[in-house]
T-cell receptor, first 114, second 106 residues
């Protein structure tokens, strides 16, 4: 089925470890983004990309890096994990007309940093 | 950050009842989306509204965009257990509200 695929679904990290959350979409969407979801905080934008080779920061970018070498893939890197990064992470994609089209979300990665 | 406030935060109702949830902001939005999220899954788009005063219907769900494009409401008629979930509004695709958690009791 077409859509947004996120891996892994669950991950436990120790403070200071690094890891990459993977996101891939097969809908040829130009626009991709990463959100984190915390209780009572809603979804907050971390980073986004409007196309291959172009990325920009969202509302809460500190501690995270992204790159967009292909249209399909948009990985999120945590260089040195901190307990404050414990959250559920969602990748989403949309067409260039995202205002009208809306996002397609992945099923999320639940990350715990101990 | 363009703050979107949703109310109520939690809602528990009996099957067959009607309900309305609200999404309010002090900012004007070009478009507003409503999503429903089930536990363990990502949000799924329900509707997009773009014109002030616009009303859209999706079966038993009615969505309205405020005339000034600063607020929106979602009305559910004769709620069913399958409507249970977290309802999120999003402005201009970027900014999400904190959500309304709805439980419909059979």
């Amino acid at each position: 089925n077409a859509g947004v695929t996120q891996t892994p679904k669950f991950q436990v990290l120790k403070t200071g470890q690094s890891m990459t959350l993977q996101c891939a979409q097969d809908m040829n969407h130009e626009y991709m983004s990463w959100y984190r979801q915390d209780p009572g905080m809603g979804l907050r934008l971390i980073h986004y990309s409007v196309g291959a080779g172009i990325t920009d920061q969202g509302e809460v970018p500190n501690g995270y890096n992204v790159s967009r070498s292909t249209t399909e893939d948009f990985p999120l890197r945590l260089l040195s994990a901190a307990p404050s990064q414990t959250s559920v992470y969602f990748c989403a994609s949309s067409t260039r007309d995202r205002m009208n089209y809306g996002y397609t979300f992945g099923s999320g990665t639940r990350l715990t940093v101990v | 950050t363009q703050l979107l406030e949703q109310s109520p935060q939690f809602l528990s109702i009996q099957e067959g009842e009607n309900l309305t949830v609200y999404c309010n902001s002090s900012s004007v939005f070009s478009s507003l989306q409503w999503y429903r999220q089930e536990p363990g899954e990502g949000p799924v788009l329900l509707v997009t509204v773009v014109t002030g005063g616009e009303v859209k219907k999706l079966k038993r769900l009615t969505f309205q965009f405020g005339d000034a494009r600063k607020d929106s409401s979602l009305h559910i008629t004769a709620a069913q257990p399958g409507d249970t979930g977290l309802y999120l509004c999003a402005g201009n695709q970027f900014y999400f509200g904190t959500g309304t958690s709805l439980t419909v009791i059979p």
